[in-house]
């Protein structure tokens, strides 16, 4: 299967599920009216049919009871979820925008072929990742280009199953909070956030995560001009993620969110 034919089935599975979504909650206005109608009949002191009352009764439990097994069954709704320590409270972000459902399954992509971000392939671009590593990487760069290059470093770290997607995650949150000194830890808490599944999977302990994408970010990420190093940290603090980072003028260059990706956000902020 291609990666436009995996993003169109996920896409008519978001589909199915806003649909059956939007039945639940259309099922549970219906519901509500249906027992405000019951009490009000019950509490106005008149005669009812307790017969007909009986048959509303178990005609509104069998509706209920169908929409809830049919959300039972939506992968939307059995993602693992996170729970941030109390201790790390401190680390967690609220200042940007949070991907909807439906733009979170576009970060399996690679760049070549991202629908979330514009991908500049310029020439000034790759000057500025061949600038900010003093050369270092030129051979890399000019025979298999920037793009290629960035995306490396994490299919080189990572397991295929979750490369593109810290990859993504990673630079989604750092386009919108990269231009403030934040902890490396704060940007690995919210990957187990938003994909604590995926990630989970790989990592089954959140701490390991954290260490290993510390230990990334402190070798290969600061080293190849994706972020920078606001004071070198010590060995807890490299293990933890305890240092500060943001991101370098080549990083800047090298995307941004499409218009389009930037609508698919949800306005509030999942803890």
Not at 5 to 25: G, I, N, V
Not at 109 to 135: A, H, K, N, P, W
């Amino acid at each position: 299967m291609t990666i436009k034919e995996k993003l169109e089935q996920k896409q008519r599975l978001l589909a199915d599920q806003s649909k059956q979504l939007h039945e639940y909650t259309e099922s549970s206005r219906h519901v509500d009216r249906e027992l405000k109608a019951l009490h009000k009949a019950l509490t106005s002191g008149k005669p009812v049919d307790t017969d007909n009352i009986g048959k509303r009764i178990v005609a509104i439990a069998e509706e209920v009871k169908t929409h809830h097994t049919r959300l039972q069954d939506l992968n939307i709704l059995r993602e693992t979820l996170f729970e941030v320590s109390p201790e790390d409270k401190r680390f967690a972000l609220k200042e940007y925008p949070i991907p909807s459902p439906f733009l979170k399954f576009t970060f399996e992509t690679d760049l070549r072929v991202s629908s979330m971000f514009t991908v500049f392939t310029d020439e000034e671009t790759e000057y500025q990742f061949t600038r900010i590593t003093g050369g270092a990487f030129d051979e890399e760069i000019t025979q298999y280009g920037h793009i290629w290059f960035v995306e490396t470093m994490f299919s080189d770290t990572f397991d295929d199953d979750i490369a593109f997607i810290v990859m993504n995650a990673f630079f989604w949150i750092l386009y919108f909070m990269g231009d403030t000194w934040l902890p490396v830890r704060s940007y690995a808490i919210e990957m187990l956030k938003l994909f604590p599944k995926a990630i989970l999977e790989q990592y089954p302990i959140p701490e390991d995560f954290i260490e290993a994408f510390s230990r990334f970010t402190r070798r290969i990420l600061a080293s190849r001009g994706i972020c920078l190093l606001k004071a070198r940290p010590t060995p807890d603090e490299g293990k933890k993620g305890l240092y500060a980072i943001k991101a370098t003028g080549a990083f800047k260059h090298l995307l941004e969110p499409t218009r389009d990706a930037r609508k698919k956000t949800l306005a509030s902020i999942p803890e």
